[in-house]
């Protein structure tokens, strides 16, 4: 699926970047036992390890908050995704399983400290640009509200925006029955190609087994 980033976020942020993976003919299933096992104690880690503490200190945190802030949104007032999760964490509020590609998605977040967004790839139109939203951007959230997009960072095709590294969109939302999907990594701009292309051979390798299906990668800037 063809994906590119708007210039003017790319004039905004020097070495924005976004790691893009497409995976085809994969299954979607409750998480095995391995990754739910895994998850709850790899949550329990940063619960301990952040005891004293701020989530914000964080330095890919900080950098993400810095970029809403650069494009206009209030990181104080809407959180990226990334710092959402470690925040729930520190107040014990531990990710119950959902699914295996949303918990998966979601392991790969706090791994890495940066947003992730998976979107089932059959419920998309057209190319994908990466762009700030406008006034009339605007979507159903997977929290059940509608939410505004204007002046915050949005994936967007040919039928308005779906995705954000603030909250994803009810439209795309990756289910069971997904067979095909996008998969979106929020790059730290400070990150080299070489560096990123690795981590997404990586991601991309570990989704396919749990899976199945084949997955295609790359890093757009």
């Known amino acids: 699926m063809e994906t590119s980033i708007s210039p003017e976020i790319t004039r905004e942020i020097p070495g924005f970047k976004i790691g893009v993976i497409s995976y085809e003919n994969i299954e979607v299933s409750e998480s095995p036992q391995m990754l739910k096992g895994r998850m709850r104690l790899f949550q329990e880690s940063i619960f301990f390890e952040m005891e004293n503490k701020k989530v914000q200190d964080l330095e890919p945190i900080k950098e993400w908050r810095g970029i809403f802030k650069k494009l206009g949104t209030d990181p104080g007032r809407y959180r990226p995704s990334n710092e959402a999760l470690y925040r729930r964490i520190q107040k014990q509020q531990y990710l119950e399983p959902f699914h295996s590609a949303v918990d998966l998605n979601n392991f790969f977040s706090l791994q890495h400290q940066i947003p992730f967004g998976i979107y089932d790839a059959d419920e998309l139109s057209g190319p994908v640009e990466i762009k700030v939203g406008g006034a009339d951007d605007s979507y159903l959230a997977i929290n059940g509200r509608e939410v505004n997009m ?25 289910t069971e029955n997904t067979h095909n999907a996008l998969h979106l990594i929020y790059l730290r701009p400070g990150m080299d190609v070489e560096q990123a292309l690795e981590m997404l051979s990586s991601l991309t390798k570990m989704f396919t087994q749990i899976h199945g299906g084949t997955g295609d990668y790359k890093v757009i800037q």
């Open 150 to 174: 204007a002046g915050k960072l949005v994936s967007a095709d040919e039928n308005g925006p779906f995705g954000s590294p603030f909250v994803d969109s009810r439209r795309t939302a990756v």
